[in-house]
């Protein structure tokens, strides 16, 4: 059984920083895009961050909304990926998911993605 766990949401304040982690089991996603969507209260759920696979290491992919801002990279040994967060605003309040499919391209579609985590929740206060 596959399992995407998120874990590293909480509460900060403006400016501040939070690291978020996705471990998954159950399958190897060593050659898997991974990614991170999010969902505000009230709003449908968007795409963050993204990572593929390749020979290089992979190539990253970010919304404008979150770019130069938050990092996303991936551990493959660990089959880990996470999302640094830095320079928090209270928009970035939402629901975190982590993300895989098993193709290797990273695509901003809801509904490309093949396993979901259960989420985690961060709240970014003024």
């Known amino acids: 059984q596959v399992q995407l766990v998120e874990s590293g949401g909480g509460l900060v304040q403006a400016g501040g920083s939070l690291r978020l982690s996705c471990a998954a089991s159950?399958?190897?996603?060593?050659?898997?895009?991974m990614g991170w969507f999010r969902q505000a209260p009230g709003k449908e759920r968007e795409f963050v961050a993204g990572?593929?696979?390749?020979?290089?290491?992979?190539?990253?992919y970010y919304a404008d909304s979150v770019k130069g801002r938050f990092t996303i990279s991936r551990d493959n040994a660990k089959n880990t990926v996470y999302l640094q967060m830095n320079s928090l605003k209270p928009e970035d309040t939402a629901v975190y998911y982590c993300?895989?499919?098993?193709?290797?391209?990273?695509?901003?579609?809801?509904?490309?993605?093949?396993?979901w985590g259960q989420g985690t929740q961060v709240t970014v206060s003024s």
């Open positions: 159950g399958r190897t996603f060593s050659r898997s895009a």
């Open positions: 990572i593929t696979w390749n020979w290089n290491g992979g190539s990253t």
């Open positions: 993300t895989a499919r098993i193709s290797s391209q990273v695509t901003t579609r809801l509904y490309d993605y093949d396993y």
